[in-house]
């Protein structure tokens, strides 16, 4: 199975910052590194698709970048509603696995 | 607007099975031509891939954890996927979510809105 580790797993940061959480494969995974938003008590949000496609409707403040093994997802300016958790996940191959998560917190 | 409504929570006993459903609405397609996928999430943990269908080699495929206790299946006369889980254990308390794996980028694009099952003797 391919192991997915993200750092930190958490991080303080205020409005305005700009923040990058890294995701890294235990093998190369090409582009298939999606990375998710989920907020307490709601199910997951996808936010970027093959490691820098940006979903419909997610605000350009996001960005991801990378291939083969190292990833990073980058907010540009933090806004209040960014504060939650994200998950990289890989869709190289079976079984899907995911990273233990980033929790983004208000400084 | 996709959307993915899942059955209410549950509550079982240890040794017990729990099935969950999950109905596909508004997304243009049947249910036989999409990638249905299950997740699971503890309380306050990540987010554990139990299965899912693989177009590549047009069958589910089940997390090894879980092989011999999970079972997905579809009724496509009523849109509707189904994840049944047995010998369930006080480990397996977690929320459930349905996900529609789209294709040409292998992401979760929409996901239902979690049920949560809990298994307390």
């Known amino acids: 199975d391919i192991q997915m580790t993200q750092s930190p797993s958490s991080l303080s940061a205020s409005v305005g910052d700009r923040v990058t959480i890294t995701c890294r494969a235990s093998?190369?995974?090409?582009?298939?590194l999606n990375w998710y938003q989920q907020k307490p008590g709601k199910a997951p949000k996808l936010l970027i698709y093959t490691a820098s496609s940006l979903q419909s409707g997610v605000p350009s403040r996001f960005s991801g970048s990378g291939s083969g093994t190292d990833f990073i997802l980058t907010i540009s300016s933090l806004q209040p509603e960014d504060f939650a958790t994200y998950f990289c996940?890989?869709?190289?191959?079976?079984?899907?696995?995911f990273g233990q998560g980033t929790k983004l917190e208000i400084k | 607007q996709v959307q993915l409504v899942q059955s209410g929570a549950e509550v079982r006993k240890p040794g017990a099975s729990v099935k969950v459903s999950c109905k596909v609405s508004e997304y243009g397609f049947a249910l036989t031509e999409l990638s249905m996928h299950w997740v699971r999430q503890a309380r306050g943990k990540g987010l554990e891939w139990m299965g899912g269908?693989?177009?590549?080699?047009?069958?589910?495929i089940y997390a090894q954890k879980f092989q011999g206790r999970v079972t997905m299946t579809e009724d496509s006369s009523t849109d509707t996927a189904y994840m049944e889980l047995s010998s369930l254990r006080s480990e397996d308390t977690a929320v459930y979510y349905c996900?529609?794996?789209?294709?040409?980028?292998?992401?979760?694009?929409?996901w239902g809105q979690g049920t949560l099952v809990t298994v307390s003797s």
């Open positions: 269908f693989d177009p590549e080699d047009g069958e589910t």
């Open positions: 093998q190369s995974i090409s582009s298939y």
């Open positions: 996940q890989q869709s190289y191959s079976t079984p899907r696995t």
């Open positions: 996900a529609i794996e789209v294709e040409y980028s292998r992401s979760l694009d929409y």
